[in-house]
């Protein structure tokens, strides 16, 4: 007879854990799976049915994203110089020719700017406010903190209407910084709430004891403050950054060209005359990387961050 | 170095008053006990010194010059905290360097200046190491290090031992101690800890409640209690209270308690109601000719010593007798008291009668 442990899980618990969290991973990963295979899929084979799962794969969907076509009769064709690389090649198989490179470029490189603008700007104002909230007394403080959490408690769309008055009147309708202002406001709450638990566990010694070494309070901050509140910091970033850079909504609302971010623009890449499935495939597929990088080069403090509270350092 | 006055310091924390107008004097090179029970103002007052907390009201001097509004960072003071507070980002050699990295020091002078003092706290060999790993021990040390590297005016301690288990405290006690005699640095010292003050303190204040109760040497202040506080959280066991009521005039050199006359050191005031006779348990002594009896109760064997608790007309006693005397449980004795430390208190304020032993000693 094996002798009971209270911590270690016997084999048949150890079994069912295992199966649950293989199925749950098939559930979560097989809408990506299928999203990816797709983008490397021909018009056709992504049509198929019923669907291939194993296919010969095809850039076309890249290529497609990132070009503009215009259809070209066989006589057109004829009279081109012979495809110069391999992209050329493939457009004139289809009986095609390159008009000039697609707008998604332009829309990713927003969404960039936007995303991690405001990510940026939440996370500098929220650290500000959390490190005061924490350590000074302010007046109101309670009802301040109640009054920034609110702003939570209704779904930000229901504001659209205001907002997009707002945003006619003021010029910022279309515009970078009216879109990273926009996320800002939505995200500090949580910057601020998030961030002041991680800088309430921080011990007030170690910025006295800089104090006392001679600092300034602001060098104590950024000196000894800010390096203990990098798991929160960053576990903070992750979730504005996730926000901003999924936000629909409001992106279709106020933006239509020059600040249109990635989320609005994915959907009309589907064409005109015959949907190109493989096309916004690939454009959902590179739209997923940057946050997917993001949060693995933090997943060591993503991790921390998420269970704090739970386990006293 | 520096001499410390605090003037009729006063600290309010709302309708909370922490510290109720403290006054003393901390002389330059002395090393300086702040006891008292938690909650009693201490931490407050330290916390004032060294610029952690601003006063209400009142003054503190270093040097001859007030800096009662300015900042930590100006005042030239270092801290040993009582979680050590080492930062936890940085190795010990940054943690001891960082004091002197903010003064703009030049590096070659820092590097030597780090050397010096982990020679004298004898931490060379952990100079790179992370302070997570460090033991309790090793973290004194270090938080020692970074205060000492830079030749502040004056040293704040927070119950630096607090922290480490009681074997490694007194060890620890003795180096504290053996540092301030070698460096003569005016230190500022705070513990709940009566042992511990009694123990390494040049003067002792003792407060309570935000305020002062007693200021002055170990000595005096154990011989000497000012108040019925004093006398009862300093020594172990507490110093024995019998309480009567009575008369006595100035020029006394005994009460009566219980028709029994004790002697006791001349009194200068006169005192009448409710009266309490302080007498330490060391200075109880059973013999069979006196008149004031007891009954033995119950004996604790300490070793040399041992505590025989018995029971009077006017409450409890603890008498610390040798250990080679017979106490026999239910046996009534004689306890004879030593007059020359006799105590004196008026119940109703708590204050110590006035008497030609104590006439010199601080009254807070």
């Not at chain 2, 040993?80 to 980002?89: I, K």
């Not at chain 2, 060999?125 to 590297?149: F, H, M, N």
């Not at chain 2, 348990?281 to 059973?286: D, G, K, R, Y």
Request: with cysteine.
């Amino acid at each position: 007879m094996s002798a009971y442990s209270a911590t270690e899980p016997s084999a048949a618990s150890k079994w069912v854990a295992g199966t649950l969290v293989t199925l749950y991973m098939v559930i979560t990963l097989l809408p990506l799976a299928w999203i990816i295979s797709t983008g490397f899929k021909t018009g056709p084979d992504s049509i198929s049915y019923p669907p291939k799962v194993i296919f010969s794969p095809s850039i076309e969907g890249y290529v497609n994203l990132f070009t503009d076509r215009t259809r070209a009769t066989p006589e057109q064709l004829a009279t081109m110089p012979p495809p110069e690389n391999f992209v050329d090649e493939i457009v004139q198989r289809r009986g095609e020719v390159i008009t000039g490179p697609s707008r998604f470029g332009e829309r990713f490189l927003n969404s960039v700017i936007i995303g991690f603008g405001s990510t940026f700007l939440s996370i500098f104002l929220g650290t500000l406010a959390a490190y005061a909230f924490s350590r000074f007394k302010v007046p109101l403080k309670d009802d301040l903190l109640f009054f920034i959490l609110s702003t939570r408690m209704m779904p930000p769309i229901a504001v659209a209407i205001p907002i997009f008055l707002m945003y006619r009147e003021l010029g910022l309708s279309d515009t970078h910084l009216g879109m990273i202002l926009l996320y800002t406001g939505v995200n500090i709450s949580l910057a601020v709430w998030l961030l002041k638990g991680f800088i309430d566990e921080i011990p007030r010694e170690y910025e006295e004891a800089a104090l006392i070494d001679g600092y300034t309070r602001f060098q104590a901050f950024r000196k000894v403050v800010l390096p203990q509140a990098a798991t929160g910091i960053a576990s903070t970033a992750i979730f504005c950054l996730i926000f901003a850079w999924n936000e629909y909504a409001f992106a279709v609302l106020l933006t239509s060209g020059t600040a249109q971010t990635a989320p609005p623009f994915i959907p009309t890449i589907i064409g005109v005359g015959g949907q190109d499935w493989p096309a916004v495939a690939a454009g959902a597929t590179l739209f997923l990387l940057p946050v997917m990088i993001f949060t693995i080069l933090l997943r060591k403090h993503l991790l921390r961050g998420i269970t704090f509270g739970a386990v006293r350092k | 170095m520096a001499e410390i006055v605090i003037r009729n310091l006063r600290k309010e924390f709302g309708a909370f008053t922490a510290v109720k107008g403290s006054s003393f004097t901390i002389k330059d090179g002395e090393f300086f006990m702040l006891l008292g029970p938690s909650g009693c103002g201490k931490t407050t007052t330290l916390r004032m010194i060294a610029g952690l907390e601003l006063p209400t009201s009142g003054q503190i001097l270093i040097d001859g010059e007030d800096v009662s509004q300015k900042p930590a960072s100006q005042r030239d003071i270092a801290m040993v905290f009582q979680m050590f507070a080492l930062y936890p980002h940085m190795n010990v050699r940054k943690n001891i360097s960082y004091p002197l990295v903010s003064q703009g020091v030049p590096k070659a002078q820092i590097a030597a200046k780090v050397a010096e003092v982990a020679r004298i706290l004898g931490i060379e060999s952990i100079l790179d190491k992370p302070v997570g790993g460090l033991s309790g021990g090793d973290r004194q040390r270090v938080a020692l290090g970074r205060a000492i590297v830079r030749n502040p005016k004056a040293f704040m301690m927070d119950e630096p031992l607090g922290a480490l288990d009681a074997e490694f405290r007194e060890h620890m006690a003795e180096e504290l101690r053996a540092l301030h005699d070698r460096m003569k640095a005016t230190t500022v010292y705070v513990t709940h800890d009566q042992l511990e003050a009694m123990q390494m303190g040049d003067k002792i204040v003792v407060m309570n409640h935000g305020v002062v109760e007693q200021f002055g040497t170990p000595q005096d202040i154990y011989d000497h209690p000012a108040t019925l506080f004093v006398a009862d959280f300093i020594g172990s066991p507490a110093m024995n209270f019998l309480r009567f009521d009575g008369t006595a005039q100035a020029g006394d050199q005994s009460v009566t308690l219980g028709g029994i006359p004790i002697a006791l050191p001349e009194l200068q005031e006169a005192a009448s109601g409710a009266l309490v006779l302080g007498v330490r348990p060391e200075h109880v002594a059973l013999a069979d000719d006196a008149p004031y009896r007891g009954r033995i109760e119950a004996s604790e064997y300490l070793g040399t010593t041992q505590i025989v608790t018995l029971s009077t007309a006017h409450g409890s006693v603890k008498a610390r007798i040798p250990s080679g005397e017979v106490a026999r449980l239910g046996e009534t004795v004689g306890l004879r008291l030593n007059a020359r430390t006799l105590s004196l208190f008026d119940a109703g304020t708590g204050r110590a009668l006035r008497t030609a032993a104590n006439a010199g000693v601080h009254h807070g």
